[in-house]
């Protein structure tokens, strides 16, 4: 079934994408969020509490680090340790 295919394709393409995720300081926090819910306990614990915002859907991880005083290199390497120990 050719519906089935698409289907199965677009999820193995989407799971291949997260996988090889690497997150910068330009990575949209929606974007990884959306990438993979998991990292939300992440950024809850280096103090980026609001992952539903507006401001989360478009804001990079560095401008939200700055706006909240956070060590942006710290949270990246924390993202794509944990992004690396899926693979």
Do not use: Q, R, W
């Not at 614990?45 to 401008?63: K, P, R």
Request: aromatic share 6%; net charge negative; proline share 2%.
């Amino acid at each position: 079934d050719k519906f089935a295919f698409l289907v199965y394709s677009y999820v193995v393409n989407l799971i291949y994408e997260v996988t090889k995720m690497e997150v910068t300081k330009e990575t949209i926090i929606g974007d990884v969020v959306n990438a993979d819910p998991n990292v939300a306990p992440i950024l809850m614990a280096s103090g980026l509490h609001c992952l539903g915002c507006a401001m989360a859907s478009g804001e990079t991880l560095e401008e939200a680090c700055i706006v909240h005083g956070m060590d942006c290199d710290a949270v990246i390497a924390d993202l794509n340790k944990y992004l690396e120990s899926k693979n």
